[in-house]
């Protein structure tokens, strides 16, 4: 049974909808009523008014029996007495809640209200309109009503009505701000004093770069408002105008069921100010500029159909950190509407999430429970955005994936412990050790160029000694820069003890060991056991066929070890003398990797033998 739309009564989809107009009446009460006994008193209001004929009562029943027989000429008699039953009072249609379009209505609407209270925003937006898509037009469009009907209707409506508010809330929640303007373009027009569509109009028009327009709309109602009824606009839509003449400050209000958010109303940010995450660039930022001018070509190619993602590896100590955000600052001014930045080491990719959607929406936003549907909620935040995300630390696609947003605008710079890729990715970089004149730039830019220069043979040495690891030059030259009595030749020797060499190249969070000590602990047991086999007695490129035998596995199952280290760059592959790929490798591990891996063998001598 149809209510939602023009009257239908259907029995195996055919329709015996009654065309009397009373009797259509007295069926749509009690349709409308279902399940529920609809009192003799209010059918006699609906089809006569306050004063009803005298034979009123008789009247009715003569419609109630006409009804029945309707029923009961499309079903078997004894049922029809069983759907429209007879009360001491009046009268019921008992019908199953799946047969009736409003009931379906009802659970629909009540399932999005739930996601929305939820945070399944996604979810939400998909049952409000699947609740909306039952109706077919205004509710008994066909009937000609009386007045306790002209109720019902009015309270369908209003339903409806909300419905259709809360619906627009998620979509603009959402950011569909650009698909919901001439929607709500046409509904403002239906009802000229609603103030509640004029506002989301205004702000689906703000946020879609078209401000001039959000603010005739407020000349508009507010005409229209003085004209008829004589009054302004409430304060909500004032204080909405006042922040987009203002040039657009948050604007906060409330669903209909009763969720306060943070709406956007005029930075693409959701509230406050947008997201600037990204952590303070170095004051001196040294070498890398082949690696930075892709970095930047890319971000500066017209936008394609995905954002831009730059992945960047390297060994333990390379500087991938400080040359993502390095790299991020020089280019985060084309990100104006925010930067965004999470450590995956520290925290998992549901949290990152949940960190990302509060700085974009508020810090009390509702948030969903899975990591699933909150990646489904920040992409569509980010879809028509221009956001920076930066990613530090990361060792599998799976931590990446649900954090890469949508946007063509936005893009992604990642710093990754292993070689990663996956069909997103528009870059990948590998960041080789510093040159000897980098490498001295970076040891001048600490301790000064008169100390540095003092010696140069001393200084020579330290850089040799740190093999372009821009992490155990700072870690060398802070030392001195805390030991100004030092000279350089005296680091020299203390580091010239491979003993005490990672003691030494350690100063406060600059750690050579713990780096190293943070990818091996990535590894699967039997990678794991094979860097602490091997790289202590590396002094040497290593052979596939010694590296077999030190593992005592055949070759096929040794190189496969091995190019695992090589993806954490925990082993340097060099060709055996061929030219092409064909050619056998050797596998070289550089001095800071073997006594990393020479000391952890000598903590731990179990672990290095499984």
Aim: glycine share 8%; hydrophobic share 40%.
């Amino acid at each position: 049974m149809r209510v939602l739309g023009q009257f239908e009564v259907l029995r195996g989809g055919v329709a015996i909808t009654p065309t009397p107009p009373k009797m259509r009446q007295v069926f749509a009460l009690l349709a409308v009523n279902a399940n529920s006994v609809v009192r003799t008193e209010s059918f006699m209001e609906e089809l006569w008014g306050p004063r009803p004929p005298s034979k009123a009562n008789t009247t009715l029943q003569t419609y109630v029996s006409h009804l029945r027989k309707i029923l009961a000429s499309s079903e078997r008699a004894e049922l029809a007495d069983s759907v429209l039953r007879t009360h001491r009072v009046g009268y019921s249609l008992d019908l199953p809640s799946e047969s009736l379009d409003v009931q379906h209505f009802a659970e629909l609407a009540q399932r999005g209200r739930a996601e929305l209270e939820s945070g399944m925003y996604e979810n939400a937006a998909d049952s409000l309109r699947s609740a909306l898509a039952v109706w077919r037009g205004s509710a008994l469009s066909d009937v000609q009503p009386g007045p306790v009907l002209k109720t019902h209707i009015a309270r369908l409506e209003e339903s409806r009505s909300s419905v259709t508010e809360q619906r627009m809330e998620v979509d603009l929640l959402l950011g569909r701000h650009h698909q919901l303007i001439a929607e709500l373009g046409t509904l403002v027009r239906q009802y000229p004093t609603h103030e509640g569509l004029h506002g989301k109009l205004m702000l689906a028009l703000h946020r879609a770069g078209r401000r001039s327009e959000a603010l005739r709309v407020f000349q508009t109602i507010r005409s229209t408002l003085v004209a008829k009824l004589g009054i302004e606009p409430g304060p909500e839509l004032q204080k909405l105008h006042r922040s987009l003449l203002a040039g657009g400050a948050d604007h906060t209000e409330s669903t209909p069921s009763g969720l306060t958010v943070v709406r956007e109303s005029g930075r693409d940010a959701g509230w406050g100010e947008p997201p600037a995450q990204l952590p303070p660039d170095l004051p001196a930022f040294i070498g890398r500029s082949d690696e930075l001018g892709k970095v930047e070509a890319l971000m500066l190619r017209p936008p394609s159909s995905a954002p831009p993602v730059v992945t960047v590896t390297g060994p333990p100590g390379s500087g991938k950190s400080a040359f993502c955000i390095h790299a991020a600052n020089r280019v985060r001014a084309r990100f104006s509407q925010g930067q965004l930045y999470a450590d995956l080491a520290t925290t998992e990719p549901a949290e990152v999430l949940a960190g990302f959607l509060r700085a974009l929406r508020g810090p009390h936003i509702p948030l969903p429970a899975t990591l699933e549907e909150r990646s489904q909620l920040f992409r569509s935040w980010t879809a028509q955005r221009k956001l920076l995300v930066v990613l530090d630390n990361a060792t599998s696609t799976g931590q990446v994936a649900p954090l890469v947003p949508t946007g063509q605008r936005c893009a992604v710079i990642v710093s990754c412990r292993r070689r990663l890729h996956w069909r997103s990715v528009g870059l990948m970089l590998d960041l080789p050790p510093l040159s000897p004149g980098e490498s001295t730039d970076l040891l001048v830019s600490v301790i000064g160029q008169p100390r540095a220069g003092r010696d140069d043979a001393a200084a020579a040495a330290l850089l040799r000694l740190c093999g372009g690891s821009p992490l155990a030059i700072l870690a060398a030259a802070t030392r001195l820069a805390l030991r100004p009595h030092w000279s350089v030749a005296r680091l020299v020797e203390r580091l010239a003890a491979e003993d005490q060499r990672l003691r030494e190249l350690t100063s406060g969070k600059l750690d050579v060991r713990a780096s190293v000590e943070a990818s091996v602990a990535e590894l699967d047991a039997d990678a794991r056991a094979a860097f602490l086999a091997l790289a202590p007695h590396a002094k040497e490129p290593l052979p596939l066929e010694d590296a077999a035998k030190l593992l005592n596995l055949d070759e096929y199952h040794a190189e496969s070890v091995l190019e695992r280290l090589v993806e954490f760059h925990l082993a340097i592959p060099e060709t055996g003398g061929a030219a092409d790929f064909a050619g056998w490798f050797r596998y070289r591990f550089p001095p800071l990797l073997r006594l990393t891996a020479q000391a952890m063998a000598e903590a731990d001598p179990i672990g290095a033998q499984h």
